[in-house]
């Protein structure tokens, strides 16, 4: 059971992202790419990393892909019926894809990694004593780095950028 | 046994090597930035299983965490960016963002 539920999400995640690399319309990808958000979470889901996939909700979800909405919306102009997004090169770019993606599957096939199960018990309580003990370091330099982001992009954002008499 | 390591570990490849294709062939920048994402996707997969399968700890998980704390920063800013381009340049093609002077 867990098994077949598991099959669907990762197939859920291969179409869904197929769709975001070869649809020719900007606001099918960005749907299908909600897609993909939703089949990782389920599948993390599975790999018994519960506050992993709710995070992923709320911030890949909630947050990233408004804000890619918003960066269709705002920049292609609504009237525009076809908001299109061709591609160009695709040979090359499948190639070097191509290439990556066999590249990765034999190495790590060939590798043979140890075999040592997570627990299967909520990961919350663990991971906030990680984040707290082990990784505080990176956890108060990540929240600095969402400061400097979050004035940062608001000042690249403005109309006025250097122009004040625009 | 679908639920194993090695069955996630090729999806994963293939999220990332769509996503590759993605940042590569489109023009558009918000598809590049998706492109993107689906990379960042695709390596947070792996390291939930990998932290599930092999280490049986959960240093994975917490590396997925800062994953996705940064992939909000990245999207906040290439919005930002990608704004400031369509106002200069009227266009978010990225080939058409080639100029690094102020002038025209």
Not at chain 1, 54 to 65: A, C, E, M, R
Not at chain 2, 5 to 33: K, Q
Not at chain 2, 83 to 95: P, T
């Given at each position: 059971m867990a098994d077949t539920?598991?099959?669907?999400?990762?197939?859920?995640?291969?179409?869904?992202?197929?769709?975001?690399?070869?649809?020719?319309?900007?606001?099918?990808?960005?749907?299908?790419?909600?897609?993909?958000?939703?089949?990782?979470?389920?599948?993390?889901?599975?790999?018994?990393?519960?506050?992993?996939?709710?995070?992923?909700?709320?911030?890949?979800?909630?947050?990233?892909?408004?804000?890619?909405?918003?960066?269709?919306?705002?920049?292609?102009?609504?009237?525009?019926?076809?908001?299109?997004?061709?591609?160009?090169?695709?040979?090359?770019?499948?190639?070097?894809?191509?290439?990556a993606f066999s590249g990765i599957v034999v190495s790590e096939l060939c590798i043979p990694w140890p075999h040592k199960p997570l627990p299967d018990q909520p990961t919350t309580a663990g991971l906030g004593e990680a984040l707290l003990s082990d990784y505080l370091l990176p956890f108060e330099a990540i929240s600095i780095l969402l400061l400097v982001v979050m004035v940062g992009a608001a000042v690249i954002a403005r109309r006025d950028w250097r122009r004040p008499d625009a | 046994m679908i639920?194993?390591?090695?069955?996630?570990?090729?999806?994963?490849?293939?999220?990332?090597?769509?996503?590759?294709?993605?940042?590569?062939?489109?023009?558009?920048?918000?598809?590049?930035?998706m492109g993107v994402e689906l990379i960042l996707n695709s390596a947070n997969l792996q390291f939930a299983a990998f932290s599930r399968f092999t280490t049986g700890k959960l240093d994975g998980q917490v590396f997925a965490l800062f994953v996705i704390v940064l992939a909000a920063a990245e999207a906040a800013v290439a919005l930002a960016i990608i704004?400031?381009?369509?106002?200069?340049?009227?266009?978010?093609?990225?080939?058409d963002a080639d100029r690094l002077r102020d002038d025209v």
């Open positions: 539920l598991y099959l669907a999400f990762l197939l859920l995640i291969l179409a869904s992202a197929a769709i975001v690399a070869f649809s020719q319309h900007i606001v099918r990808s960005a749907f299908a790419l909600l897609l993909t958000f939703f089949g990782v979470a389920g599948a993390y889901v599975f790999l018994f990393a519960d506050f992993l996939a709710g995070t992923q909700l709320l911030i890949y979800v909630g947050g990233i892909l408004v804000l890619i909405l918003f960066a269709v919306m705002l920049t292609n102009r609504i009237s525009d019926i076809r908001l299109s997004s061709e591609s160009r090169g695709k040979g090359r770019a499948a190639f070097v894809s191509l290439l | 639920l194993a390591l090695h069955p996630t570990l090729i999806v994963s490849a293939a999220l990332f090597s769509l996503g590759l294709y993605t940042v590569l062939s489109r023009r558009n920048a918000v598809a590049v930035l704004l400031a381009i369509h106002h200069n340049a009227r266009s978010i093609q990225v080939d």
